[in-house]
Nanobody, 114 residues
Framework: QVQLVESGGGLVQPGESLRLSCAAS????????MAWYRQAPGKQRELVAR???????EYADSVKGRFTISRDGAKNTVYLQMNSLKPEDTAVYYC????????WGQGTQVSVSS
């Protein structure tokens, strides 16, 4: 059973950056598509970014050019580099992946406010 643990969230001002990490244990995630989702208060969970096992990536229109998803096979970890953060990026960010995208992390809070 793969377990995903997110870290790196916090409170930042608009325009600043954060890097989220999703560390996997209990199995390798190297062959799986991995993704970051987010859920803001009162809103549905939405896909932020996705990375295929071979490295192809895709992003929500709202984060294109600002966020970058990457993966480190040796560390069994997926990252989300978030630059030029905006207040509307405030949400709980979740890591997702595994066979049939069955695994979810517990989430990490990102708050962007001046």
């Amino acid at each position: 059973q793969v377990q995903l643990v997110e870290s790196g969230g916090g409170l930042v001002q608009p325009g600043e950056s954060l890097r989220l990490s999703c560390a996997a244990s209990g199995g390798s995630i190297s062959s799986y598509t991995m993704a970051w989702y987010r859920q803001a208060p009162g809103k549905q969970r939405e896909l932020v970014a996705r990375i295929r096992s071979w490295g192809d990536t895709e992003y929500a229109d709202s984060v294109k050019g600002r966020f970058t998803i990457s993966r480190d096979g040796a560390k069994n970890t997926v990252y989300l580099q978030m630059n030029s953060l905006k207040p509307e990026d405030t949400a709980v960010y979740y890591c997702n992946g595994g066979l049939f995208a069955a695994y979810w992390g517990q989430g990490t809070q990102v708050s962007v406010s001046s």
